[in-house]
Every structure is written in C-alpha cells, then in structure tokens.
C-alpha cells in the first residue's frame, strides 16, 4: 500500500486503485495532561541521542467500526517510575502534519521528544532532556514550541520553553520561561495567538502555598504572574475570537473546579462546581465562544460535563460507574473535549479502555475506541476543520504512544463528496488546449458526478465543451482530457466545476481556474468564404468588428445595386441583409 499526499487530500493506493484518506488536526488545541507523579529524577543537560534507543515506530495500524488505530512509538525498554508516552500533547500544522510532543522514558534516560507524520513515517527528535509533562503549540509558520518542566534530584523544577530551528529541523533551543520557586511549571497549558504572542499556564507547588500562575511572551520578553493563589494544578487554555483568554483548573486548596477569563485588565474567576470536583478537567470553547469542561467526578465514578450560558453553569452525567482498572480513582487518568463546526461535544477519556462520546444535541453516544490499560495517562482529543475526530493517548501494556483518528466511510451518496485532482493543461498548437483533470469521492458507493468546462473570454462566458456524466466511488476515480481550438486569437480563461446529484447535477462540489491562457490563430488556419454571391461590383468600403462571443459582423457596399450591406456568421452561417439605399456611398 502507498500513501499519496496530493495537497489537498491523501490517497492510500493499493493494485493502482486510489481511495480517499486525509488526516488532519486542528492548529494549536494542545489539550489537558494529567498529574505528574512525584519525581525526584535529575534532568541534566547531556544529550539524549533517539536512534541508539529501544523503540520502534512506524504505520502499523488496525481499522474498527471507522477508528484508524496508529502505534506511533514504542519503547521496549520500559522506565523505572513512569510509562512511555504517557504525557503527550497533539497539534497540526496547516498543511496538515499531526505533531505529537510527548515524554520518552528509556530505563533510567527521560526525555522530552516532538514526532510529526510526513505522509509515510513518524519522524521523532529529542527536545530537551526532561522528566516532566510537556505542553505544545504551532506558530502561524508551523514552527513547534513546546513547554519542558524539568526537576533536578533536589526535586527541584523550572518551565522552559523550547523552539525548533525550522519545520523539519531536529534542533531546539531553551529559554527560561520560570524558574521564580522551588517548584514551579508542571501541569502547563500553552497556546500561539494569532499575533504570535506565547501564553502558558502551569503550576506552581508549594507545601503552604500552590498557585496557578500565567506567562506571556510578547515576542520580545516573558511577563508571569499569578492566576489563582488557592492552587491551579491541572489547567486547560483557550483563546477565543476576541482575542480573550480563558482557563479551567482545580482549586487544590478549596478542592473544586474553576473557571477563569482574561478580558485584557485582569481575571475574573468563578467556580464552576466545589465538592473536590475537576480532576482530568478540559476546556473548549464553542462558536459563541462560551465554554464547556469535561472532567471526572472521582468519588462517584462519573464522567461529567458542564456548560456556561450567560452567567449560569449547567452541569450533568456524561457516564455514571466508571472503571479505572487497578485505580480506586480517577487520580492519574483524563479526559479531553472538543467541539465541531455545529457546536456539538466530543468527549474522550479511560473507561475500560480509551473511550469517546458524542453528544448529538438529544443524546450522548458512546464508542470503544482500544482496549488499552487505562489507568495513568492523558488523552487529547482534536476535532479540525473537516470536522474529523483525532485523539493521542497511552497504552500503558504496550509501552506505546497511540494515535487514533475516525475515518469515516460514506455510504450514503447525500453525506459525501467528491473532488478534482491532478487537474492540468497544455497547449498542444498555437490555437489548441487540452485540458486533463482526475474526478475522487470518498463514497463507498456507485457516485454520480457531472463535470463541466466553460472558456471565457474577456470576463464572458464564450463556451461549453463539457457537460459530461461519470460515475466513481472511493476505489474507482474516473480521468478526462479534454481538447479545445479558438478560431480567434486571445488570452482565455477555462472554469472546470464538478456537480454533485443523483437524478442530475444539483450543486457544485468542487471547482478549478486555468487562467490566462494565450491562444493564437496561425496564418496558415485562415479559412475563406463567400459571403454575398449576387453578380457586381462588391466589397467596397467594408467594415468589420468581431464581438464577444466570437460572432463576426461585417458592413459593406454593394456598388452595382447602390446599396449598403450587412453580414453577420452569428448562428453559424452567414447571413446578409440590406441597410439602406443610398445611390453612391464613399463612407
């Protein structure tokens, strides 16, 4: 099987059969981590070389019920305190590269290590040498930034943030971010704003005094402050359309969850539900920019969810009785949320497995996604602009990395679509264009499309050479080349739209521009006929202009019967009319 990437979409190719695939994930939702356990593990500074290491990575995945199953990493050498890839942060590029930072444990050797998909493999690097949770975001130029806690084996730990030197470069470089306590940085959140500007959240340990404190990067220093003196462990960032920043996170010293926006003069925080509420807790905000948390209730066993309308929270049961395997409690797992185009949640989280569950605006859906020991680790969960379901998350057994995405499979011809590739042209003569173009869908089914060339000229449409019927589906493209010839030299521009529908052509779903085309009509192609056969003196003081549909207009006089004339080709043949008698005319 092979994986072509062709700009827009993926193809996976198997016997030569091209069949729909894309992946992508939404820019910059870097989702929540769970706790870090207790470390005392020094960092260093020495280099951790990825390649001399026990891991394997690569495609290997199994499809169930629509979930693509991917094992990104996998360490056969196993940590001594913490799993591999147990702590990861997802994103996507804008050409749609999923990135996964995450923490590599090799026996007694941790680190923190960033791995992207170019189409075929995972490509894996070292960030920083490191023993906590890490935190992600893209910059507008898919330069990946990534929040390193470190500790040393005081137990001591400061927040760096680490920068690569170009997309596809395996170099980094860290600058201090804080490093104000003892203990301070674990739990970070981080978004990249429009403007470039970093924003971080994290947690500041103390025994008399946690916090959750904030750090802003301007694109010139780094600013921090604090958040919430009462404790922050576990936060979720997001930015919304304004530009205002907003915050989930448990109150540690109160024990309960909260909520804080940021509206340019300061925060303004409220508690969303007390009762040492919040552990695993994630944050998304919808199209009106209110926000939705989903997080566990760990003395009952239950997914919850809650939403703000206004200045109220609503809250309730996503799932009641969960189980964490060999855990009592929720204490080391997550959850995470997302939100589609049509403001509907996505939940993911461990019960029994790696879970998902849909909210369709009447009833919450539930799917099994993997079967993994569930207990410590965090999850994300990306919904991106094709409204495609993405999830990174740990399989603790397995010492691995996973990745799981939902494909879905179209049977139904009104929920799918189709699309041109490999549309190209070239003009075969001065005069002739030949136009080729290749027609997908990602149906599973017998798809009715219509293709459609116009040519334009001078901003008007001129011509149809093609109005044609096909018929694909997601493991049979159709392919045309279509030739056209000008019979008038000009530069022209060609529309080719792809129509949908099955009783005929309904609605465009998909179009492509060949624009400024120049054509030329050689000397040798000109063609002669006769216009006006009646016997005379005939021609004289002839006038001609051609219009924009091509139609040419001649004006002439006719000496012998003293009389002005008028031919024209529009039609297709000539036709000639008298103006006006006028005796002699020399205009």
Known sequence: MQAIYTATHWHKRMNKIPVYLCIAI?????????????????????????????LTSGRNHTEDAGWVIETVETSSSQGSWVEHGKYNSLAIGSNGTPHISYLSAIGTTYAINHTSFDGQTWNSNTVASSSGGPCSALDSSDSPH???????????????????????SSSWTLEMIDNSSSNVGS???????????????????????????????????????????????????????????????????????KYGIYNGQGWVLSTIEGNGQGKGNSLVLDSNNDPHVSYFDSYNNRLKYASLTGTSWSISTVEAGLSWGNSSNADDTDTSIGIDSSDNVHISYYNAGLKYAFYDDTSWNFTLIDTVENIEGNTNLIVDDEQRIHISYHDKENKSLKYAYFQP?????????????????????????????????DCECDYKVWAYLDVYLNGNKIDTVLGTE???????????????????????????SLFKGEQGPTAVVNDKWIQSISLTVSLSDWQTSTLDTTFGNLGIHTSMAVDSNGDVHLAYYD?????????????????????DAVGTATG
Not at 420 to 433: A, E, K, L, P, Y
Not at 569 to 579: A, H, M, T
């Open 26 to 54: 939404l820019l910059g939702q870097v989702m929540l981590f769970s706790s870090e356990d207790s470390m005392n593990i020094s960092s260093g500074d020495s280099e951790f070389d990825i390649e001399n290491t026990a």
């Open 559 to 579: 000496g012998t019967n003293e009389r002005i004339k008028y031919a024209t080709n529009k039609g297709g043949s000539w036709n000639y009319d008298p103006i």
């Open 146 to 168: 990534v929040g390193v806690y470190t500790t040393d084996s005081s137990g001591n730990g400061d927040l760096r943030l680490a920068t690569n030197t170009g997309q596809r």
């Open 187 to 257: 739990n970070c959140d981080m978004k990249v704003g429009p403007n470039g500007d970093i924003y971080v959240v994290y947690w500041k340990w103390d025994p008399t005094n946690d916090s959750l404190k904030f750090a802003h990067h301007d694109g010139n220093s780094w600013t921090t402050s604090d958040i919430d003196n009462d404790g922050g462990m576990e936060s979720s960032l997001q930015i919304d359309t304004l530009g205002n920043l907003h915050v989930s996170y448990r109150d540690l010293t109160n024990g309960g969850l």
């Open 470 to 496: 096909y018929t694909i589906s997601d493991d049979a493209s159709e392919s045309d080349s279509v030739p056209w010839t000008t019979t008038a030299s000009g530069t022209y521009d060609f529309y080719l």
């Open 409 to 441: 499979s179209p049977t139904d011809p009104s929920n799918a679509t189709a699309w041109f590739d490999g549309v190209s042209h070239s003009v075969t003569s001065s005069d002739t264009i030949s136009i080729s173009f290749d027609m997908y869908t």
